[in-house]
């Protein structure tokens, strides 16, 4: 297969640092919004088309359903009868040129990442040196609402050695020091949104932990950040501040205590 815009199936990811550089020049109208074709995942002879925000993508259903069966469910869906207007006003529902265009809610961003394993049949084939945690996050919500397992596996290993979890401390303090990242109130409710989402508890301690330990009184917008959260989580996290606050007194007392028997 090839991609004229590309000029490869397996593709080149290895300037992938920014979702900007991924987006073509060339526009695409449909049902009245312009949408940018991918610079990688738009192939010419493609028979499946995804929207994804203002992004659009042309690919190959075989591929898809080889690696999801979610992919392979819808693109089983019946299609409506091909139109040839690219202003069709329900481009939810539309055929262009025989290519059915399917509206996905997903990022852009995280749909291409996606995308960039899945088509060269190989894990981990693409370089991910310029993957952050918040590209993992979204790869392991899509990975995982697609069922691309492993994927799936990959993305969270990946979190897990290096980004939210560090296996080799002993302690949270220690932890807290060495990942300044969880200085970031925004970046601790956020792995907690996104554990919650993704049935991954694993992730939740040291971001409960991070939250309970520090006065985020004093920082900006820090309040408001916190308040994103359900309610039984912010009461977790005054819960926890009060058993912790409780812990330092009494091993203060106690130090105290020992030191005047002295």
Aim: glycine share 6%; proline share 4%.
């Amino acid at each position: 297969m090839k991609n004229k815009n590309r000029g490869s199936y397996a593709g080149d990811v290895s300037n992938s640092k920014s979702n900007s550089e991924d987006i073509s020049s060339n526009p695409l109208t449909i049902g009245g919004r312009m949408y940018l074709k991918h610079q990688r995942h738009w192939y010419e002879e493609g028979n499946i088309a995804f929207l994804v925000e203002r992004t659009a993508f042309r690919l190959h259903g075989s591929v898809l359903s080889r690696r999801s069966t979610v992919m392979a469910n819808l693109i089983s869906v019946p299609r409506p009868s091909p139109s040839n207007s690219l202003t069709d006003s329900n481009n939810q529902d539309i055929i262009i040129d025989g290519v059915p265009f399917v509206v996905l809610h997903d990022k852009a961003k995280d749909f291409a990442h996606m995308l960039d394993f899945i088509y060269p049949n190989a894990l981990p084939a693409a370089q991910t040196g310029h993957l952050g945690v918040h590209d993992l996050m979204g790869m392991v919500r899509l990975a995982g609402k697609y069922m691309v397992d492993d994927l799936l596996e990959w993305a969270i290993s990946n979190l897990d050695t290096k980004f939210l979890l560090r296996l080799d401390h002993r302690s949270f303090a220690k932890a807290l020091k060495d990942e300044k990242r969880y200085s970031d109130p925004e970046f601790c409710v956020k792995v907690i949104q996104f554990s919650r989402e993704c049935s991954l508890p694993q992730f939740l301690p040291l971001a409960f932990y991070a939250l309970a330990t520090k006065d985020w009184s004093a920082l900006p917008g820090a309040v408001t950040c916190l308040q994103e959260l359900s309610l039984d989580d912010q009461c977790r996290i005054h819960e926890g501040r009060v058993v912790l606050t409780r812990e330092v007194l009494i091993r203060a007392w106690t130090m105290s205590d020992n030191h005047g028997a002295a």
